[in-house]
């Protein structure tokens, strides 16, 4: 869905998802290649250069904007790779835990309908957020509890730590406002993009596990504390 909306034909699906990957390993791991990086933003950006990009709806809407003078060209290329890198490898996390939860509870009869699948969506997203964490620059200083942050202090919110927080509220209402994809100015663009692509795909994995054609041979999980999900499933199928 994320490359149909850059325009993005089929064939070149391995490239697309291979760079972003490359891309993703930054937050993965310190030990991460900052010249494999530097040359997975250039085959993105030659993506988006070649014609069929620039025919995908998202791609129409940013030069749009530089028609008009809002963004320049070069703003247009930074923001289609951040939207790329940002919406590839959090929603394919977001698939993977949600078919590991749904490997886990596959006897359950309660998760037998796409408000179900709903819900297994929406619990990983509050329990285990694929984003665990994000970075900020204290813009003044600020107290906060009994921490002082001062102006050009580094900052990491753990939004995955905040989100068990909240699930522990005693408000109904408060409990369904995790914070997954962020919140404020910077909350995340691609939400919703996000949660009808994990339901889409889990509609099809829940009805393999559930007819018992999916079966998972072994699981292994990203490492990194900012990152949760699934690096890597080995299943058998049928
Ligand atoms: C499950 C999937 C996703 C998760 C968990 C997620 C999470 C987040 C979070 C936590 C932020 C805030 C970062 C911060 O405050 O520093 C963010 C920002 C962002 N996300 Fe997502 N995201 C997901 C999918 C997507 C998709 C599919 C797209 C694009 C179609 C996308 C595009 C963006 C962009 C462009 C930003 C930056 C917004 C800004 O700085 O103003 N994300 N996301």
Redesign the pocket.
């Known amino acids: 869905m ?1 490359m149909e ?1 850059f325009g993005l034909s089929r064939s070149n699906a391995p490239l697309f998802i291979e760079s972003c990957d490359v891309i993703a390993s930054a937050w993965l791991s310190d030990q991460f290649s900052r010249s494999k990086v530097d040359n997975a933003i250039e085959v993105l950006t030659d993506l988006f250069n070649c014609g069929s990009l620039r025919d995908g709806m ?1 791609s129409k809407i940013l030069m749009a904007h530089a028609k008009h003078g809002v963004l320049s060209f070069g703003e247009v290329l930074a ?1 289609s790779v ?2 790329m890198a ?3 490898d ?2 394919a ?2 698939i993977g835990s949600a078919t590991a939860s749904l490997l886990r509870h596959r006897d359950r009869n309660a998760l037998e309908s796409q408000c179900e699948i709903y819900s297994v969506v929406e619990n990983v ?1 509050e329990m285990n ?3 665990q964490a ?3 620059i204290a813009a003044c200083d600020i107290s906060l509890g009994s921490a002082l942050i001062r102006e050009g202090d580094a900052v990491l919110l753990f ?1 995955g730590a905040a989100n068990t927080e909240i699930s522990r509220s005693q408000d109904a209402y408060q409990r369904r406002r995790h ?13 919703g ?2 949660r009808a ?2 339901n889409a795909a889990l509609k099809v994995i829940a009805s393999e596990v559930w007819s018992g054609n999916l079966q998972c041979l072994s699981m292994f999980w990203h490492e990194s504390p900012a990152i949760r999900g699934l690096a890597r499933m080995h299943v058998s199928l049928g």
Do not use: Y
């Open positions: 994320l909306l998202l923001n951040l939207i940002a919406g590839q959090t929603t996390n977001l997203l957020s694929p984003i994000v970075g900020r939004l914070i997954a994809f962020g919140a404020g100015r910077h909350r995340c663009l691609g939400a993009v996000a692509i994990a």
